[in-house]
Each structure stands twice: as C-alpha cells, then as structure tokens.
C-alpha cells in the first residue's frame, strides 16, 4: 500500500489558516469580467475586504468599499465626471482616491488630505485584477485570448462554499472525470488514469494528461475527432496551472481544433471562492449557446461533490486524506508548492 499510496503529513494544526493569509499579498485576483465593467461601481469581497471596482475615464480602479465620511458603500454609488460619489452626502473621490468635493462644505474639500484606500489595477485576457500587496508574478494570462480566430464566452461570476485550492484542484483531479461526469467526460468503466509528468515552469505547473474516453453527447468535441459510436478517442489535456488561483486548460479529441477553459479564483474568504470562468474555442463559432450551456452543465455537476469535501480548506494536516500515486500527481505537486509558497516547506 505504501508503494501506490503518498500523504503530505509533514504540517502543523495551523497550516491551512497559515496557507490562506500567505496567498493574500503575493498574487493577482480577478475582480470582474473586463467586458461588464463600466462607470457603475461593483461591490465585492476579496480576503475578507470589502472593496468597490469601477471604470473611471476607462481606466479599472479598486478602493476600499467605504466612504471616508460615515462608512457607506461606495459600490452604492454614482460615477459623475470620472469620479466616484458617495450616495449618502455626495462626497466624491477622483481615481487616485482624493477628495474631490463635500458638498456640505465645498471649501474643506482640498484641506483634507486623506485619501480613500485604493488597490493597483491591470487587465488582461478579458478579466480586471487587483493586488493586496506586492504581487511575485505577472497576473495570469492566456495567449489566444487575443487570437481572433478563437471565441471567448464567459460564464456569470458565481460564488461556492470552498476553499480557493479546492476549486482549482477539481480540474486537474483527473479521476473524477468518469464518475462525477460520466458519459460526457469520462466513461465509468475506464476509470484508470495513466501516468504523466509535472514540470514548473515559472509561476506555472505545466502537465499533459490523457487521452481521456469522451462522449459524442458532448458538444466540445471536434469534428475531426476520431469517434467509435458515442466513444470519443485521443481527448488530450494541456494544463497550466498558475499557482495558487488560474488555470489554462487546452483540451481536444481533433486534429485541429483547440477547446480552452480558462478559469480564474479569488477568495471572499477561506472558505468561499468568487469563480471567473471562460470558455473558449477555434471552431463551432456558431454555437456560443450550446457551448455555454456544456460548461455550465459540467459546473453544475461538479458544484455540490466539491462543497461537500471536509474540511472546505485543503486538509494537508489530516491523515486520512490520501494521494493516489501518478494518478493524483498534479495534486500532489499544486499541495506541495502552495506550502512553499506559505514558507511551510522548502
Ligand atoms: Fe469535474
């Protein structure tokens, strides 16, 4: 049993809370869909922080969610001549976070030199980042994002009750594919995960897993598939995974199609996760809805084994959790470089 079982039992009873504070300042976590970001601000909870992201004359800025006046809501709020006004006394902040005006008292405005708390921005590959502090990569990005012959669609941001590694790990588990999506991608009888290698390179786990079995009834599959009846063959998985929060996924059963999934986590705490997710592909660019509704339904089947999963942080400290070996290998290398990355390993 030894032989085909390996635990990473190496960690003290703090570790999981130790793992969620080290991630906070060192990475890049998107905030919003670039194309639904505009001059109405939106809310939303990063690490426990209350925040507001806005366009202010096109560019993203973040700020804390929280008038410097009384503390009310930002995201609550107006964008009028690229600042963003409170809507409770109309006090109005430009994009550095400068007061601007107080209408009660116009001429306090420029004598107070406090300044709302404000986070670095960029965008990239269709989604709005923050950082929390100094960040140690470039925020995650996917080249043919910008590749016109690719379509990307995205799914509504959703929230589930896990941790942000939980998450991410579902998509590279790979032993989950034939029994949580049976007949679409994976086939319960052919369970057995073959070998492969993990490498780092950069920020990024890189594997290539596969071929998986698939199922005609899944709509990403390519025409040029080689198909046997509802038998898809040769459905290879290309990963990166951009540690600890993103992952680029090109996954294909032709010879010249290119299916992506492009996914990109932020915590509201350390038990909820804020899922950005695109879809995109070279081909059956008439059948964006058809296309959503395969990812949506794949989310959906996963949503409730992942939630359900005890503790809802990665249980590195528990002994009954196990890795199975070469089949759980990109789990195994993903745990392992998260408690680098929280000085817990070297
Ligand atoms: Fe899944």
Redesign the pocket.
């Known amino acids: 049993m030894s032989q085909l079982i390996s635990r990473v039992d190496y960690v003290d009873a703090d570790t999981e809370d130790k793992m969620y504070e080290a991630m906070r300042d060192k990475f890049w976590y998107p905030v919003a869909y670039s194309d639904e970001l505009t001059n109405e601000p939106q809310g939303f909870v990063l690490y426990g922080k209350k925040l507001v992201v806005v366009r202010l004359d096109g560019q993203p800025v973040v700020f804390d969610d929280q008038c410097l006046h009384k503390g009310t809501a930002l995201s609550l709020g107006k964008v009028v001549d690229d600042c963003l006004r409170c809507p409770y006394h109309g006090w109005t902040y430009d994009a550095t976070g400068a007061i601007r005006r107080i209408p009660a008292r116009e001429e306090l405005s420029e004598h107070i030199n406090v300044k709302l708390g404000s986070y670095p921005t960029c965008e990239t590959s269709g989604l709005v980042y923050t950082c929390l502090g100094d960040p140690i990569h470039p925020p995650p990005s996917v080249p043919m994002f910008d590749d016109p012959s690719y379509q990307f669609l995205h799914l509504d941001v959703y929230e589930w009750d896990c941790s942000m590694a939980r998450r991410l790990e ?2 590279f ?1 790979f032993s ?2 034939p029994w ?2 049976d007949g679409l ?1 994976g086939d319960s009888n052919q369970p057995r995960v073959d070998d492969y290698a993990v490498e780092r390179v950069g920020g990024e786990l890189r594997f290539v897993a596969g071929p998986f079995p698939e199922f005609t009834d899944n709509v990403k599959n390519a025409p040029t598939a080689d198909t046997d009846g509802d038998q898809v063959y040769g459905a290879i998985k290309r990963y990166r995974v951009f540690v600890p929060n993103a992952m680029q996924l090109n996954s294909s059963a032709g010879e010249t199609e290119d299916y992506v999934l492009w996914v990109c986590l932020a915590p509201v705490g350390p038990e909820r996760t804020r899922c950005f997710t695109y879809q995109g592909r070279n081909y059956g660019l008439d059948h964006g809805e058809e296309f959503m509704a395969f990812a949506q339904l ?1 989310t959906d ?2 949503r409730p ?1 992942v939630e359900s999963q005890t503790p809802a942080q990665v249980p590195i400290t528990l002994p009954e959790e196990m890795f199975v070996k070469g089949a759980d290998l990109a789990l195994l290398e993903y745990r392992k470089w998260l408690l680098e990355l929280a000085g817990l390993r070297s």
Request: glycine content about 0%; hydrophobic content about 40%.
């Open positions: 579902n998509y588990d989950h594919f949580v999506h991608l794949v089947q996963d084994i």
